[in-house]
Nanobody, 119 residues
């Protein structure tokens, strides 16, 4: 059974940085896409970034391009989201997700970690 456990959220001032981690277990993830999503209060969950476990190609939402970096550590089965130049509008619950193929839905989700950016 796939398990995703996020960590690294917290409270930070605008302009600051945080690094989120997503520890993945229960499967071999070599063919998976791993994504980060976020949900602000009262809003829908939005895509933030994704990485292909094999090859490491990445893709970002326009709102975070140039500020956030997604990466993975194969040895630790962990995906990271480095967030720099944070803005108050980056506030929300950040979720890690896994898709077992290149083009399908994200089938597995973590419990989320809260990120709050104060102005």
């Amino acid at each position: 059974q796939v398990q995703l456990v996020e960590s690294g959220g917290g409270l930070v001032q605008a302009g600051g940085s945080l690094r989120l981690s997503c520890a993945a277990s229960g499967r071999t993830f070599s063919n998976y896409r791993m994504g980060w999503f976020r949900q602000a209060p009262g809003k829908e969950r939005d895509f933030v970034a994704r990485i292909r476990w094999s090859g490491g190609s990445t893709y970002y939402a326009d709102s975070v391009k140039g500020r956030f970096t997604i990466s993975r550590d194969n040895a630790r089965n962990t995906v990271y989201l480095q967030m720099n130049s944070l803005k108050p509008e980056d506030t929300g619950v950040y979720y890690c997700a896994a898709a077992p193929n290149l083009y399908g839905t994200y089938d597995y989700w973590g419990q989320g970690t809260q990120v709050t950016v104060s102005s």
